[in-house]
């Protein structure tokens, strides 16, 4: 797991609720990742960041949202709109450096809708 | 879409024998691999990486072949221990659009019988 955190490391929300899933990193790394893995699939891409203040949507993006106010955070919010919630939320950071880029992962955080 | 994808999605090996994880890749233009393992109810580590230019990467107990011809990706895990038992998963460098991006397959689970 590195220098990343994740929290909670599980969490319950009710239909309707919006919930923020925290993810830290004390390693330096510019770039920040966010993704979903279903039971048996890959990860795949939610959001990710370059940089501070700057934010690209992934391959899933909708239904959430994140916000990547200091070089050290990059929380992910799963609104209401999310229709299938449930799964495990990964976070990564990576240092993109002469054409590699790898990405180091957090412990993860499983999230369940009641 | 292009996508990393597993021959195998189960492998199951007697402890101290060898383990190869196989994985193709469709995308030519892709630079840079890496092998990722994850146990159950935790975030992937990484395990070794290998660049296009390599066709074979030696770590500590693992290996990885790159044969760019077929676009074939395997791990070699050496004298395979109960604790190798994992999930591993291949990734995919992909870089275009001003980022890079990890594309990963779904996996194959190890499971080590003593």
Redesign the interface.
């Known amino acids: ?1 590195g220098g ?1 955190t ?1 929290s909670p490391k599980y969490l319950f929300r009710k239909e309707g609720q919006n919930v923020t899933l925290s993810c830290e990193q004390n390693l330096n790394h510019d ?1 920040m990742y966010w993704y979903r893995q279903d039971p ?4 795949r ?1 939610i959001y ?1 960041s ?1 940089i501070v203040n700057d934010f ?1 949507k992934g391959d899933i993006a909708e239904g959430y949202s994140v916000s990547r106010e200091k070089k050290e955070s990059f929380p992910l919010t799963v609104t209401s709109a999310q229709k299938n919630p449930t799964a495990f939320y ?1 976070c ?1 950071s ?1 240092m ?1 450096s002469g ?10 955080t ?1 999230l369940t809708v009641l | 879409g292009e996508s990393v994808g597993l021959h195998l999605p189960t492998l199951s090996v007697q402890e101290g024998d060898n383990s190869i994880i196989n994985c193709a890749y469709s995308n030519s233009a892709s630079d840079y691999f890496i092998w990722y393992k994850q146990e159950s109810g935790k975030g992937p580590q990484f395990i070794i990486d290998i660049r296009s230019n390599m066709d074979k990467r030696q770590g500590q107990r693992v290996t990885v072949l790159l044969n760019k011809t077929v676009k074939h990706l395997s791990l070699q895990i050496a004298a395979t221990q109960p604790g190798d038992s994992a999930v591993y998963f291949c990734a995919e460098n992909w870089v275009g659009g001003g980022y890079n991006k990890l594309i990963f397959g779904a996996g194959t689970r190890l499971a080590v019988h003593p």
């Open positions: 797991d990343i994740q770039a048996g699939q890959g990860l891409l990710y370059q690209q990964l990564a990576s993109p054409g590699t880029d790898t990405q180091y992962f957090g412990p993860g499983r």
